[in-house]
């Protein structure tokens, strides 16, 4: 068997991938490796026969096309936050550089060369991009990979934990944060009191962003409110917002009822339809014109498993669940016009995806100087991300489209992040043996426990204290400063809060390029 995997690399690659993928779907109190299963699986097969070996370019293509779909993923909400949010960055920057600094001066206690250090460095952090860099800084040793898959399960297993400690102190000692209520979408009706008098321009204003007014009924009769609609006594209104907001609704118009509109759908239709148009796709939702063409309105967007308010200014993307509330007859057109279309939210934009690729690969070869000593550069981890992000934000140029959609991003992202930490685990089996079966492994262990304990201590300290954060928005901060899905996926299974999820996603890109830098120059400096 071992002979007829060493003749047959593809058979190697989907063999290591099989068996990486079954490692990674076992869960233990709710926790599962995930994708880094593939390490193990790679480590354990050629730590049985170092000839068991993937291609180093199998790998290099994964990493790739992990990166760049996760800046294009992140890209929308990491600009537009990057202002609002500039203090939470700076922490987790200041946190990852003092996780960095740890590392460092345990080395020379510890006895660690420059490559175990990247390694305990990225391990630590759960961080497959920095690894690479450390590996391609390297010039291919396996260093690294052995100081990051003794250093990983640890950066794991103790950010869980620090998430769910932040979350139980976020239910026993809430602070203001804690106190704000999560954003859930829901849709009520009320029912105009006396005295009121308002247009719908008017309650736009007043809601702007917050709220979308969708059905009306008067005298019986349902309508989807049009520009010139004046909410008057008696009316019946359904309105789209999240709970929060619906006391601040009902100050202006009147008693909410248990009424729901949506139940008689006689003249006025409810219906999620798929956004798989060309034309469509990238666009501002008020670009769209949907009352003005068809008499409709968009209340909310369903984006993979998370709902949003449907607004102007919300950028639809292939894949885009758009729910829309539109005169029965009409709402064919909707469809048409939005393209409703499963197939054709599968098939992404090849030229504009390739292309992306090619110029972050292209970015990625470009050496900086760095300390008068060596050079710096992002490599095939950090070149992709950083032109994901900028396309990502873009959404699309003319007739290319760069986002794909929702879920072939997600399936582009699982896919490459098992290609590289298979390849990676490959190549390192016989090192990480040798390093197990010596003292070197028992250091390492007890290093990247520091580490990960310093790093979360800290980022706690600075998130609850100088920050003022919540327990959701700190669980997601510690999730997106570790770069790590299954710490998202605790905290999100602890908590139905979306602030998590938007901590993270504000995070994730930032800490991602920093430790692609930092981990490059740690071996500069200990060089």
Known sequence: ???????????????????????GAVRVKGVSLGPAGALFAGLALSGIDERLSIPELVGTVGLSLFTYTIGLSSGPVFFASVRSQARTLLAVVATIVAAAGAC????????????????????????????????????????????????????????????????????????????????????????VRSGVKLTLTELNERFAGSAVFSRAERDGVQAVPSVDYVAEEGDLVSVTASRATMSDIETVLGPQLSTRLSDDRSRVDVRRIVISDRAAVGRRLGDLRLHERFGA???????????????????VLPGDRLRVVAPRNRMSDVAVFLGDSERRVAEIDAFGFMAGIAVGLALGLVRVPMFGAGHFALGAAGGPLVVGLILGRLERTGPIVWQPPYGANLALRQFGTILFLGTVGSRSGGALVDALSSRQGARLLVAAIIVVVATAALMVLLGRRVLGLGGA???????????????????????????????????????????????????????
């Open 104 to 191: 460092w001066a345990l080395s020379g206690p510890l006895s660690f060369g420059p490559g175990v250090t990247a390694g305990l460095f990225a391990g630590s952090l759960t961080n497959t991009p920095a690894l690479a860099a450390a590996v391609e800084a390297l010039n291919g040793s396996t260093e690294a990979v052995v100081g990051y898959s003794v250093a990983y399960p640890v950066g794991v297993i103790g950010m869980i934990l620090a998430a769910g400690f932040v979350l139980r102190l976020g239910r026993r000692r809430p602070n203001a944060d804690d106190a704000l209520p999560a954003v859930d979408i829901v849709a009520v009706t009320f029912r």
């Open 297 to 315: 309105v968009a209340t909310r967007l369903r984006r993979g498993d998370v709902d949003l308010l449907a607004h102007d200014d919300l950028v």
């Open 1 to 23: 068997m071992i002979n007829l995997l060493v003749d047959h690399p593809v058979l190697l690659v989907f063999v290591v991938l099989g068996v990486g993928a079954g490692l």
């Open 473 to 527: 928005r700190l669980a997601g901060t510690l999730a997106g400063l570790e770069t790590q899905p299954a710490v998202l996926a605790f905290a999100n299974e602890q908590t139905n809060d979306d602030r998590v999820g938007t901590a993270y996603a504000i995070v994730f890109p930032a800490a991602m390029l920093i430790k692609i830098v930092l981990a490059q120059v740690l071996i500069l400096l200990m060089h």
